[in-house]
């Protein structure tokens, strides 16, 4: 089974646990069966695979994402990386490319795609087999939808033509208002989960009606010129092949803080107190310093190096007008190699841990207006610095001028303070280099 | 004029903002004329001597606070400091015999005692002259009583023999409830505001009479003996030379978040954002990290490396036994050279920040059990590293393995990454040195 697993969205929304790098899907909330928290990235891939062992999956991300998608899954799915974003039509068009062109995937196969922020219970993901049956059986598109438990203005709205088990769809409803929702449940209307199957021929052909291309090579590099369009709107309100499989699954998009207390049921998750005259409130703390609570009623406070958000429950449904208020300097990021967090901006300096994981590297780059110190606080590894290769372990320093290319290697997990010293420090004077 | 301002009192009720080090009186907290927040021991140090520039202040403090008031303070004030804390009277005995043998003050001088923590508009002030009269010509203690604005049972009270503007006093009543504060109000009783007046000799002699010393270096020395006793018990409920001055000033003893809120008058102090849905809410940040408060009402948010306090105001007023749940490591500090803030502790090591004021340095110092790095973030100062002086500024990089003597002298204001290596770091590893 081919799944097709979609990760986009931007971080306003569960600010400040989310930033411009991390996304929703890659917070560490939910706390798996061996005590250990997990992002929403690495809980469905890990129910997919305990259901299909032997699913192939591939990630259709953006750009900034790719490092933290490496850095969650490791090597064991492949990765397409949409130049920029387009929405979410060009985004499936473009990995579908890189299935048939690059991973040689047979055109006739049935694919799945899937949101990767879709909270599920673990039984949810049976229906993917039938899903994928429904889909080559019928030559068109399966989609998956749920009964509706509340009215939902923020959702999606599949209405099926007869409410059997498998049904032809009639059309779509994307957010309506509540009315028109309230009517459309009662008509029968199902919620759009977001997962569809279908024969990969079945979207290519369609997608060379909408986009020039050739191939993979030619979409990519044409990409920039594409139009946004989600998939719905290109293909779901067009196409006449659709079929809807109905699960009574719960559907919860978790896009607030509010839904996530709800469903991890941790009334605090991180270095936390909460006195026993709070209600209702939730404390979730990805920084090192303790949060005190005294005396709240329905109260959520989320923190990070980002940020530090206390708000009511029922206003912290939207606090993006807010978040705006506010610098959105990235101070955290997963990084393929690793993790790093910002300690300290300063004049004209920025102080950074980093943790590089074992047998993992940076890029071999320099930086055109900074100097660098590398402080190693343990681990064991190499560095190269303009070619020098020389062993490091805990308490060794390596100092790098401005215009000098540099890389650290990890053999153990190595933990380092680095200093960046310069005027105007950005992420982007970064220049790559091949290792010579 | 003579002044001594006894600065005491622990950490915990005005937590994050203070801890062990920070007392509530060190915090910066009020905006001064220039706009630049001032801390209580700043403030009442500029009241002062805008009402007497000639005045000569001593502040009668402990070991740990010394570094915070010469920080604050610079060399402008003498400090008594009390080798371990003995509540009130031994600090005032030490501190006369400071006066006495240290600074050569004559006995028969009065001396005004005034808490640190006193928040009081200008005016007051101009009453301390009055007040040495007072003692002065009646050979006693002249206390400062001010007139009740409500029933407080956190107060002492001074009850006078009559209602006239200075009286004798009749007797004392600490802390009373509730019924007997009513009782005490109406019959004419007064808030003692901890200020009072005498000749030197006058209490000196009782000093003699309590403690059996013989001049200062001998009540330093056996002061770890002395059983610890107020002020107010071992003279005011005893002696019967005892004058009160009326006021009518407010009497605001800021211990709590509430009342320091409603002092300042200011919704956020530092880094910060309040929704316009908030009501009655306050920020006071003083971390580098943003806060963004939605829709809270009553709530007071206070932060800083040591913590991040979310209460609702009605329960800030005493939040000690929740923060002794909570780690106490201090995570920053004003030291006599400068101040550092700690960054980051991880396994094995610590990193902080530190600046050095122009014209300050560190003590000459060695640590047993851990290795250091200072990486220069900018400024111009020197080193000292086991012996060898050295010119260093931004960019430079000093590394010292334990057991060698390291200092480091800020001829600009320096500032420093300083990373710390070793088993169990902890602040008591330290010896100091004479510099060669």
Redesign the interface.
């Known amino acids: 089974m081919h799944i097709l697993l979609l990760s986009g969205g931007s971080g306003k929304k569960l600010?400040?646990l989310s930033n411009d790098i991390r996304s929703k899907q890659f917070i560490k909330l939910f706390k798996n069966e061996d005590g250990k928290y997990e992002s929403m990235i690495q809980r469905i891939y890990r129910q997919i695979t305990a259901c299909y062992p032997d699913a192939k999956i591939t990630v259709a991300t953006s750009r900034s994402q790719a490092s933290t998608v490496l850095n969650q899954l490791e090597d064991k799915v492949g990765i397409s990386v949409e130049p920029e974003r387009k929405d979410t039509f060009p985004a499936i068009a473009m990995a579908l490319e890189y299935l048939k062109d690059v991973e040689s995937v047979p055109e006739d196969e049935p694919v799945i795609v899937c949101p990767v922020d879709l909270y599920m219970e673990d039984d949810f993901f049976a229906l993917f087999e039938e899903l994928t049956d429904i889909a080559r059986h019928n030559r068109g598109i399966a989609l998956l939808g749920t009964v509706p438990h509340e009215v939902q203005v923020d959702y999606g709205y599949i209405i099926p033509d007869t409410d059997s088990r498998i049904s032809r769809v009639r059309s779509f409803k994307e957010k309506p208002d509540a009315m028109t929702a309230k009517r459309l449940i009662k008509d029968g209307a199902l919620f759009n989960a977001g997962v569809f199957a279908f024969p990969m021929s079945y979207v290519l052909d369609l997608a060379h009606e909408l986009i020039a291309f050739h191939d993979y090579d030619d979409l990519y590099s044409s990409y920039r010129g594409i139009k946004p369009i989600s998939f719905d709107r290109a293909i779901l309100e067009k196409a006449d092949n659709i079929y809807v499989l109905r699960s009574t699954a719960f559907l919860n998009d978790l896009g607030t803080w509010n839904a996530i207390a709800e469903v991890t049921g941790e009334r605090i998750i991180g270095d936390g107190?909460l006195?026993d005259?709070c209600r209702n409130s939730n404390v979730i703390n990805d920084?090192?310093?303790?949060?005190?609570?005294?005396?709240?009623?329905d109260?959520v406070?989320s923190?990070s190096?980002?940020?530090?958000?206390?708000?009511?429950k029922?206003?912290?449904v939207d606090?993006s007008p807010?978040?705006s208020?506010?610098?959105q300097e990235v101070?955290f990021a997963e990084k393929s190699w690793g993790e790093l967090k910002v300690?300290?901006?300063?004049?004209?300096?920025v102080?950074i841990?980093l943790v590089v994981k074992a047998g993992k590297h940076m890029s071999y780059h320099n930086h055109e207006h900074r100097?660098e110190?590398w402080?190693i606080?343990?681990g064991n590894g190499r560095t190269i610095v303009d070619g020098m290769e020389q062993p490091v372990s805990?308490?060794d320093?390596i100092?790098m001028e401005a215009g000098c290319r540099h890389t650290i290697i990890a053999d153990s997990d190595l933990?380092v303070?680095e200093?960046q010293?310069g005027k105007d420090i950005t992420t982007k004077d970064k220049k790559k280099y091949e290792l010579e």
Chains 1, 2 share one sequence.
Do not use: F
């Open positions: 600010w400040p107190y006195s005259s920084l090192d310093i303790p949060i005190l609570a005294v005396g709240l009623d109260i406070i923190a190096q980002q940020g530090i958000l206390v708000s009511n029922e206003e912290s606090i807010y978040v208020h506010i610098s101070m300690l300290d901006i300063g004049d004209d300096s102080t841990k100097d110190v402080v606080l343990n805990g308490g320093v100092t933990t303070i200093v010293r």
